[in-house]
């Protein structure tokens, strides 16, 4: 579809454009045509991914492909398959559970999508029909109503009081006043008053236009476009983790070196058995447990989440999120409530919040009342205990304040009916109608308040009438100036008695000699947790941003209520924005805490401008003008109720209630599960740095047998460590967790860690050395025999070494579930998993240990009461040692602030 400047043609230019009738629409026999030439009028999401394309991407990662060749390479060399079966069969298993869990997510946003398919009213060979808004067809005549979605973008040909709703594609919360000439200069979406933009809402009068754009050509369509050109951003978890696996694999392969070299040429060992040594190495070197352990600890917290009101599409996106450093959220249904809500009341000159009269309703407050609401065309409807009302959001909100203090409209419209008005018109900027009471009628008028008081002659005070002076007009005019200063909307209202509805000549002197009532102040008011969530986030060192399409004077003032406005801070507009290269805005975009007035592309530059600090940057909104915002950003969380199916598809996290505080809970589970996943790491590293060390250790010394053998190492890594570290994943967040301020680039490897894992892998691995040690009583020719077979000695100490290795580990993973504090102090019982998982490894090494036809196969022995005695003993050393050095505050040493 050729794209132009609709606004600017005249109705009749835009009727001919399409071959149209501005009477009858569009011929019926002419619409199969036209259907098949542009297509349905639906928004074309991205295509989703397909199982495979998931499942390959689950083998991507550096670490699962250096395990891949390990497996495939020890198969080929040794001919010696169980080794290779068990290393692929948890490659397998990792992906199996990052391909469930992408569907899993993929499954419940599928079930948020609106399954009703909502209809339209178009005129086609002169008659008014019902149809799905899908099959509107460019030149269509549609027929707008109050309470209508706009069906496809339309160039308006009747306006009648016809306001729309914008607040999806603009951001602005109060609706546009439309009307249908020509605009001969080029302006912006939310200024052009004769379009209507598909998926906004009719709140007020009625209007026709024809369509001149469906599907992917809506202004909607066109950000959905954009969203295609957005490249998915990597999560820093992802980024963290294969730093980890190359890191890891680095050093496997330089270490498999120096043994291999050692081995082969100092000691001149056979050449395949030490290439069989370097490559368990290279086993031991990687934690082949910690790609399905950190997968599954994300999915248990995204399973959490889901019972805290989030949606998470993919499983880093919950990490993500606690490394959050920036929130830029956008103002309308999201920080507010998407609902315009009278607060100030001013009368007899004085100045009321709204619930010092709700339950207080005087005769003066009363008169007040009946102006707002009988001087209003809100449609009120009962639905159970609740009232509904449908309608201008201004309107609205008078009719909610009636409903708070008892006064019903359609209860008061029985009783007092109406018998004339004068509609709303923009130019006037007032609204006149007039009601039936006991021996007269009564005239009410609500509108601008300059505009009423110039109508008036009297004012209302003290329950009496008085002439109106020019002080009084001051002091209103002064009252209305402060109330507009703190971003309210203000409406006043003005009264008079008659004897007889006025003729059509007489009309014009219902608005002459009014008696001034009083006035209201009426916002979009901040939702009520949100206060309490940006103070949550602040305290967690997160810096909260408002970007809005909304004017500046109301930003400013909800920015300040809730409190990302501060001190010294700055709020600017689109205009300003756009004057602005995106180095400068770079430079400032610290010291901006409100964008007022912005368009979706504003919203990417935003997010760019802080990501090129290093931050990371979460979205927040439920608008379309949000979603090329969110797909930038590093986490984008689209709201489930309100918004919209495009916001939702660009979006990692969808908050099915709504509610910007959960976003902070999401930031916590987010740290939560941030920090299980650090001791997961922690804890899978001690293990194989102490095999990395006995294994080398061995090689140099040049031991006739291994201390450890691949398929003990493996069992431990896969087995024995797996279900502990799992078990980690449900430890209780430190009471701390949201007092810790963020960090711009967290690295899985911090000092503090790097001591930690390294001075307890040193640990472990010299346990496991001194078992062996004990197991041969030190006599280190008594391993072999002269033919060079292994001796009862010898599987002794290799018996010791691993379930000394294997024991201690599972005492050991207490010691991780805080850096600072005892274990007895965190509590045993604190995490009751943990405990069964222990129980559970211990059992299955006692197995191991006793079972005859597995004694075979990891080719261990029969330990003596005092070999087990001395195992045991050496099992529950590293819980002394790390207990001792939390008491004398060595485990945090090199700990980061």
Not at 472 to 498: C, F, P, S
Not at 615 to 623: C, L
Not at 796 to 804: E, G, L, R, S, Y
């Amino acid at each position: 579809m050729e794209q132009k400047n609709w606004y600017s043609l005249s109705e009749e230019e835009v009727a001919k454009e399409f071959d149209t009738s501005l009477e009858k629409g569009l011929e019926s026999s002419s619409i199969p045509h036209i259907l098949e030439y542009y297509g349905k009028n639906e928004i074309t999401s991205k295509k989703q991914k397909s199982v495979l394309q998931m499942v390959i991407e689950q083998f991507k990662d550096f670490m699962i492909i250096v395990l891949i060749i390990a497996a495939i390479v020890s198969g080929v060399v040794s001919h010696e398959f169980t080794d290779s079966i068990i290393i692929l069969i948890i490659v397998i298993l990792n992906a199996v559970i990052g391909v469930i869990q992408e569907l899993k997510a993929q499954k419940s946003l599928n079930a948020l999508k609106n399954l009703s398919a909502p209809s339209c009213k178009v005129v086609r060979d002169g008659k008014v029909d019902t149809i799905s808004s899908k099959d509107v067809v460019p030149g269509d005549l549609v027929i707008l109503d109050t309470g209508d979605y706009v069906p496809a973008d339309l160039r308006l040909t009747e306006c009648i009081n016809l306001k729309i709703q914008e607040a999806a594609l603009t951001g602005e919360s109060v609706p546009v006043e439309k009307e249908t000439s020509a605009i001969s200069h080029e302006v912006g979406i939310g200024d052009r008053k004769n379009m209507a933009f598909s998926s906004s809402l009719v709140t007020y009068g009625r209007g026709k236009g024809i369509v001149v754009g469906t599907g992917m050509n809506t202004e909607v369509g066109k950000i959905a476009t954009m969203l295609e050109e957005v490249d998915d951003s990597e999560t820093p978890l992802k980024r963290r983790l294969e730093a980890l696996g190359k890191t890891l694999g680095i050093a496997a392969l330089v270490i498999c070196f120096i043994i291999f070299i050692v081995g082969s040429l100092v000691h001149g060992r056979n050449l395949l058995e030490m290439f069989m040594t370097a490559v368990s190495l290279a086993v031991a070197a990687i934690p082949e447990g910690l790609p399905a352990i950190s997968t599954i600890v994300l999915s248990m917290g995204v399973e959490r989440m889901v019972r805290r009101n989030a949606i998470v599409r993919t499983l880093p996106s919950v990490e993500t999120l606690g490394s959050a450093t920036v929130i830029c959220s956008d103002k309308t249904g999201t920080l507010t409530q998407n609902k315009m809500t009278v607060e100030k009341i001013f009368l007899n000159n004085e100045v009321f919040k709204t619930e010092e009269k709700v339950h207080n309703v005087s005769d003066h407050y009363q008169l007040l009342l009946e102006a707002m609401i009988f001087c209003n065309d809100t449609k009120l409807t009962k639905e159970g205990a609740d009232y509904k009302t449908a309608g201008d959001p201004t309107e609205t909100a008078l009719v909610d304040l009636g409903v708070k203090s008892d006064f019903i409209k359609t209860t008061m419209d029985e009783q007092h009916p109406r018998v004339e008005e004068i509609p709303f018109d923009s130019e006037r900027k007032l609204m006149t109608t007039v009601h039936t009471y006991p021996g007269k009628l009564r005239v009410y008028t609500k509108g601008g308040v300059d505009e009423l008081l110039e109508r008036c002659t009297k004012v209302l005070l003290n329950d009496n009438v008085v002439a109106i002076t020019e002080a009084h007009k001051d002091y209103i005019r002064k009252v209305n100036e402060e109330l507009a200063t703190g971003a309210l909307r203000v409406l006043a209202m003005a009264y008079k008695e008659i004897d007889q509805v006025p003729t059509k000549d007489q009309i014009d002197t219902l608005e002459q000699d009014l008696i001034y009532i009083g006035m209201v102040g009426m916002i979009d008011p901040a939702r009520p947790e949100v206060k309490d969530a940006v103070d949550k986030c602040k305290t967690a060192g997160i810096r909260p941003v408002m970007i809005t399409g909304d004017h500046k004077i109301t930003a400013v003032a909800i920015a300040k209520q809730i409190g990302i406005l501060n001190e010294g801070e700055k709020a600017i507009t689109g205009a300003e924005l756009e004057k602005m290269s995106q180095e400068e805005l770079e430079k400032n975009v610290k010291d901006i805490s409100v964008y007022a007035r912005v368009s979706p592309e504003h919203k990417v530059r935003i997010v760019k401008a802080w990501q090129s600090y290093n931050e990371v940057v979460a979205m927040t909104g439920d608008g379309v003008n949000d979603a090329p915002a969110l797909k930038t950003s590093d986490i984008g969380a689209a709201m489930g109720i309100v918004g919209t199916d495009v916001a939702k598809e660009a979006a990692d996290v969808v908050l099915t209630d709504d509610n910007f505080a959960t976003i902070v809970s999401a930031v916590e589970e987010g740290r939560r599960i941030y920090d299980n996943i650090l001791k997961a790491v922690a804890y899978l590293l001690s293990s194989n740095i102490g095999e990395i060390i006995v294994l080398f250790i061995a090689t140099i010394v040049g031991w006739t047998i291994e201390p450890l053998l691949p398929i003990h190492i493996l069992w431990i890594n896969l087995v024995t460590d797996s279900l502990p570290a799992l078990a980690l994943a449900v430890d209780p967040a430190e009471e701390n967790i949201m007092h810790r301020k963020a960090k711009k680039e967290k690295k899985v490897f911090s000092k503090g860690m790097i001591y930690r894992v390294i001075y307890q892998g040193i640990m472990v691995g010299g346990l496991t050395l001194l078992a062996f040690c004990i197991g041969c009583g030190f006599q280190f020719d008594a391993l072999t025999d002269a033919a060079g077979n292994i001796t009862r000695t010898g599987m002794a100490a290799q018996t010791m070494a691993f379930a000394v290795l294997a024991l201690s580990e599972l005492v050991h993973v207490y010691n991780l579930r805080s850096n600072k504090d005892s274990i007895f102090k965190v509590g045993f019982l604190t995490n009751k998993p943990l405990i069964g998982a222990t129980l559970v490894s211990a059992l299955l090494v006692f197995i191991v240990l006793n079972v005859p036809f597995l004694q075979d196969i990891f080719e261990v022995t029969q330990l003596t009461l005092r070999e087990v005695g001395l195992t045991i003993l050496l099992t529950f050393t590293p819980f002394v040692v790390i207990e001792v050095m939390k008491l004398l505050k060595l485990n945090t040493l090199k700990e980061e602030e």
